[in-house]
């Protein structure tokens, strides 16, 4: 079975510190990992995939096979960055992505 | 776009009571899928809807059934209604059961009460 574990529910930091959102998943074989973020007010989205190795909103993650682990950081956090993010893993069979609780990310001026 | 529709946003019911909540895809879309967040929690997978059929279905009871037609959009009923089942019931679409990479569109949710 698959399992993607957030273990912080909720992360606090000042504005343009240094911001590391945990996600550790457990699967056997070769997942695909995502980003969602929803902004208070907002619908669910998609922030970014681990396959596109993109950086979006100054926010990157890598795939950490060995730890089991799409950590999503960002070097200098903005008040805007404040909202709720789920790390999701799909699988090449079922394509359903299985989310984690959520964290919710609170950025201080 | 108006992107994933949902109907609709709030609604209170009664324990025992059947409910349906209705989708409309982001247009381009086939497929549907079903989520049930709890308070606190991320959203759990209820089922996937493509080609009008359920195609893959997660850890929930018989009570939840679903629809898709012709045009894509697509229903979940709720029968015998829980407490437990308060939730708020998000929708997502995607193309081709959600095979490619661009994830899913989701809808704003539909807040269920039951009472």
């Known amino acids: 079975a698959q399992r993607v574990t957030q273990p912080e529910k909720l992360l606090s930091v000042f504005k343009g510190a240094p911001v590391e959102l945990k996600c550790n998943y457990s699967y056997s074989g070769s997942p695909e990992l995502f980003w969602y973020v929803q902004y208070s007010r907002q619908r669910l989205q998609l922030l970014l995939r681990?396959?596109s190795r993109e950086s979006i909103k100054g926010f990157t993650a890598d795939l950490n096979k060995g730890e089991t682990s799409f950590h999503l950081k960002k070097p200098f956090a903005q008040e805007e960055d404040s909202a709720m993010y789920y790390c999701?893993?799909?699988?090449?069979?079922?394509?359903?992505?299985?989310f984690g609780r959520g964290t919710s990310l609170i950025v201080h001026p | 776009d108006a992107g994933v529709t949902q109907s609709p946003t709030h609604l209170i019911k009664t324990r025992g009571q059947q409910v349906t909540l209705r989708c409309s895809p982001k247009?381009?879309?086939?497929?549907v899928s079903w989520y049930q967040q709890a308070l606190g929690q991320g959203p759990q997978f209820i089922f996937q809807?493509?080609?009008?059929?359920?195609?893959q279905r997660g850890n929930f009871p018989d009570r939840f059934s679903g629809h898709q037609f012709p045009n894509y959009s697509s229903e979940l009923n709720v029968n015998a209604l829980l407490l437990g089942d308060s939730a708020l019931y998000l929708c997502a679409s995607s193309l081709d059961r959600g095979r490619g990479s661009l994830g899913y569109t989701f809808g704003s949710g539909t807040r269920l009460t039951v009472v």
């Open positions: 999701a893993l799909r699988s090449g069979g079922s394509y359903i992505p299985t």
């Open positions: 681990h396959i």
């Open positions: 809807y493509y080609e009008e059929e359920e195609r």
């Open positions: 247009s381009g879309h086939d497929t």
